[in-house]
């Protein structure tokens, strides 16, 4: 099979006359395939684009698709709960029980929930509470770490080296134009997994930091393990000046364990925030924290709203989902990280046999690719002067053309519809485009 794109180009030539830039998210513009693709349809682990091309994807709506795309039995119970209605402005039944399942899942203890639609939204609410809570205005925010696009935390996800500023005292690089500037006046940018620098940020200002928010596994940045110690270091800094140690699990959550990175690393935050594959593909997100710290949002001083919050649709998907995993999760996980450790072996015996600089680094179904010949990459800075990210692109590019996609920034989502075969048919793709690049 020859793949080509040509009637993808000519749907994006003419989205271009009628949506902004032709996509609908920026991330799509960086395609691997030089062009936003077109698309018809998914189911499971595969996708096919308006050209008639076959791909086994591993983006999987960059992370929803814990179940791969659109799996049967959370249709199912969507489609039977859309006959109650769509959006009811009021509360119903199943909010409950999905609240229930969540906080049974989740390693914070004594802890209550609330729910929005997008990881954005939620990171948002997340900063109102810790700064209604702790009256201090400060946020510290690590660099490489992705919390959504508002103008509040848009710094320093991926900022160019020339400009990030010396790394005891990172400038807060804006990802955008047109941004509120003057929030960077309440965001301290540190260097992650280094204990020393954020140290050095509560001993500079020490009184004014409301919490710390951090990707605990990196997704955003090579899929990045915290060093052993490091999290809890940033914990007891969090507590000795009574700040909130904040959990952004929207990638993790729900996927590397049951309980997410909490349950894997063993340490829990204050408070924490959910979205991705909390409802299988559906719009979902969900803040959880400490009861004392959330009832700042339960008695009203902290603000929230939201016309499709707990939409009937995404409740009952979330429902599905949180039910699978409640019955499941020993074998669920169990299997599910036992291919992405299959896919973690492979790709680093390709890579040696082939003497290739292909580093694959992660944890059970998350895992990033990068080219580096370093043996490990530790955080935003490391990546962006170790990693090539041209060769990487065309490894994608090439990856496509053998029906193999995979995302724009090297994360790789594993779902439970991979099969032995697709794993099988990536590696040996992989293998040819190696040989190839
Ligand atoms: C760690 C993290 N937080 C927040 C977000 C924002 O989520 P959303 O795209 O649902 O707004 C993302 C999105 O990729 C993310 O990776």
């Given at each position: 099979m020859v793949y080509e794109f040509s009637k993808s180009k000519k749907m994006y030539d003419e989205a271009k006359e009628y949506i902004a830039g032709g996509i609908s998210s920026q991330i799509r513009i960086n395609d691997p395939a030089k062009i936003p693709m077109f698309f018809t349809h998914a189911k499971g682990s595969k996708m096919w684009d308006v050209d008639g091309n076959e791909y086994i994807d591993y983006i999987q709506g960059m992370g929803p698709n814990l179940f791969g795309h659109s799996p049967d039995f959370i249709s199912d119970l969507v489609k039977k709960e859309m006959d109650r209605g769509y959006v009811l402005a009021?509360?119903?039944?199943?909010?409950?029980?999905?609240?229930?399942?969540?906080?049974?899942?989740?390693?914070?203890?004594?802890?209550t929930a609330r729910f929005a639609i997008s990881g954005t939204e939620i990171d948002q609410l997340l900063f109102r509470v810790m700064r209604g809570y702790t009256k201090k205005n400060k946020i510290v925010k690590f660099e490489g770490h992705y919390h959504g696009w508002m103008d509040s935390v848009n710094y320093s996800v991926h900022p160019p080296l020339d400009l990030a500023g010396d790394e005891n005292s990172p400038n807060p690089i804006p990802e955008s134009t047109g941004m509120d500037i003057n929030t960077s006046k309440n965001l301290i940018i540190c260097e992650w997994n280094d204990e020393e620098k954020i140290e050095n940020v509560f001993n500079k200002h020490s009184d004014d930091i409301a919490g710390v928010i951090t990707e605990p596994i990196l997704g955003n940045t090579n899929c990045i393990l915290p060093k052993k110690g490091y999290l809890e270091k940033v914990k007891s800094l969090c507590e000795t000046h009574d700040a909130l140690l904040a959990f952004d699990e929207v990638i993790t959550g729900f996927r590397v364990a049951a309980g997410g990175a909490q349950e894997l690393l063993k340490i829990t935050p204050h408070i924490a925030t959910y979205a991705k594959s909390m409802a299988g593909g559906f719009p979902m997100s969900m803040i959880v924290g400490e009861k004392q710290i959330m009832e700042e949002i339960g008695n009203g001083n902290v603000y929230h709203g939201g016309s499709f919050n707990s939409n009937i649709m995404s409740t009952a998907a979330t429902y599905a989902t949180l039910k699978y995993l409640q019955d499941s999760k020993a074998t669920f996980y169990e299997n599910l990280n036992k291919k992405g450790e299959f896919m973690m072996k492979s790709l680093k015996?390709?890579?040696?046999?082939?003497?290739?600089?292909?580093?694959?680094?992660?944890?059970?179904?998350?895992?990033?690719?990068?080219?580096?010949?370093?043996?490990?990459?530790i955080n935003w800075r490391d990546h962006a002067k170790n990693c090539d990210e041209n060769k990487y692109s065309l490894f994608a590019y090439e990856m496509l053309k053998n029906g193999i996609r995979l995302s724009s920034n090297g994360r790789m989502h594993i779902s439970s519809a991979h099969t032995q075969e697709d794993l099988e048919k990536t590696i040996s793709s992989t293998e040819k485009v190696l040989s190839k690049i």
């Open positions: 009021g509360q119903f039944d199943k909010e409950i029980e999905i609240a229930k399942m969540a906080l049974e899942l989740i390693p914070i203890k004594n802890a015996s390709v890579s040696k046999s082939l003497d290739s600089d292909l580093h694959v680094q992660g944890v059970g179904s998350l895992l990033s690719i990068s080219f580096t010949n370093k043996e490990e990459i």
